[in-house]
């Protein structure tokens, strides 16, 4: 890629060792995460250092070597996205001490809502079968929307389950145990069903999965000095929920946990890939709509990437966008990974941006899959995952970038100052 001139690394090294931090860049960007008594202490563990000796030769690698003695510490530029999954069950309490060890200055619980409409921390409304042992729970799997029902090899017909945590109670869901993400579409019993975990992750650290309410999750990431970003996670089921439990009162309900909790809406980025929940924030809980955050999966193209459509989210009170990884990104013409027109036109409109989500595609040598898909032609090794968050992070001007170890963009942000 493209790598601006870097500061020489002894004047970087103290700049950063002395706590000096950029934030004339970008006024809202949200402020590291100081260390303090109830924080764990910062663990980078050897995969950052792994994944620098991966990088192709370059200041970018050479930088970030010379940054591997430093003390590390927690940077809100560095997003747990559900925890830290890429080993641990996500959205559990381990993944999510796992995170704040690893210098996530930010966690994300996604929100869905259960059967007596308890917000919970779940990625969707529909993946208990796959994230938790729900099928393996005779009463209940009985209460999924789809009960498990074994493959028939002879029939030619792969395992089934739908289950949805507006199926079970609050009480029914923390007697659950969360798992990786995974499941064995020709398993004939529960028991295989909850298997199939890709050989890139691990089930090392799934004997333990604790699952939280929306609630608790709050009280734990308090507990340990660190900031939030819930995400209100579409619903599946029809809205308004048995004819009564609206949209907005969903939307109310996960922003009136924070105030009950005493939390300071500058401490939390609410996300919700729903315009309408954005606006929502931003019209009727204003604190904490100041930092609301509209999520973006959509193919890019001239409607949603150009100057007029960021514009329209300026009019309409939105104050950060949050595009998958490779919205943001495109290759120029000698195959160097350049911010697109997407990520030039938001930045242009004044819109703050934040990148989704670095860690999930497993090695990186074939291209790295969906979540590089724009630049896949450029990615051939796992250090590259460097050069897409020095593009994101001083190309483009990301405040905060999400990612499955949370460790990766930790030593990132720690080096670079941010």
Same mark, same amino acid.
């Given at each position: ?17 002395? +706590? ?150 609050? #009480? ?116 904490? +709509? ?59 409109? +004044? ?61 990132? #942000?720690?080096?670079? +100052?941010?």
């Amino acid at each position: 890629m493209k790598i601006l001139l870097i500061l020489p690394l002894i004047i970087g090294a103290l700049a950063m060792l002395s +706590g000096c931090n950029d934030s004339d860049n970008n006024a809202s960007a949200p402020e590291a995460t100081p260390s303090d008594d109830s924080s764990p202490l910062v663990q980078l563990g050897p995969r950052p250092y792994f994944l620098v000796n991966d990088m192709d030769e370059g200041e970018l690698k050479s930088t970030l070597q010379a940054c591997e003695s430093m003390t590390p510490t927690a940077s809100a530029f560095s997003i747990a996205h559900r925890g830290a999954p890429l080993q641990f069950p996500e959205h559990t309490r381990e993944s999510y001490v796992a995170a704040a060890k690893m210098g996530a200055g930010i966690i994300e619980c996604d929100v869905a809502f259960t059967k007596d409409r308890q917000l919970v921390c779940r990625h969707a409304q529909n993946d208990l079968h796959t994230t938790t042992n729900i099928v393996a729970v005779p009463e209940l799997n009985a209460k999924c929307t789809q009960p498990f029902v074994p493959a028939n090899p002879s029939a030619g017909t792969k395992a089934e389950a739908e289950c949805r945590t507006s199926d079970i109670t609050l #009480a029914e869901f923390k007697t659950l145990r969360g798992k990786m993400d995974a499941f064995n579409e020709d398993a004939t019993t529960p028991e295989e069903y909850l298997g199939g975990t890709a050989d890139w992750r691990t089930n090392l650290y799934a004997t333990e999965g604790t699952l939280l309410s929306h609630r608790e999750s709050i009280q734990l990431i308090k507990e340990l000095g660190l900031k939030f970003t819930p995400e209100l996670k579409t619903p599946v089921v029809e809205m308004p929920f048995e004819g009564d439990y609206t949209q907005e009162d969903y939307a109310r309900q996960m922003i009136s946990e924070y105030i009950s909790a005493g939390v300071s809406p500058e401490d939390v980025w609410p996300q919700s890939f729903l315009l309408d929940d954005v606006v929502f924030w931003v019209n009727q809980m204003p604190e904490f +709509g100041r930092q609301a955050v509209f999520l973006d999966e959509k193919s890019n193209d001239p409607e949603n990437t150009s100057m007029a459509y960021m514009e329209s989210l300026t009019q309409q009170g939105v104050p950060i966008l949050a595009p998958a990884l490779w919205k943001m990104l495109t290759l120029d013409a000698h195959q160097k990974i350049v911010p697109s027109d997407y990520a030039l036109n938001a930045k242009a409109a +004044g819109l703050d941006l934040i990148g989704w989500s670095l860690e999930r595609s497993g090695p990186l040598k074939e291209g790295g899959g969906w979540y590089y898909q724009s630049i896949s032609d450029a990615i051939n090794n796992d250090g590259d995952i460097y050069t897409v968050i020095d593009v994101l992070a001083r190309e483009i001007g990301v405040i905060g970038i999400f990612s499955d170890w949370p460790a990766t963009t930790t030593h990132y #942000a720690n080096c670079m +100052g941010l």
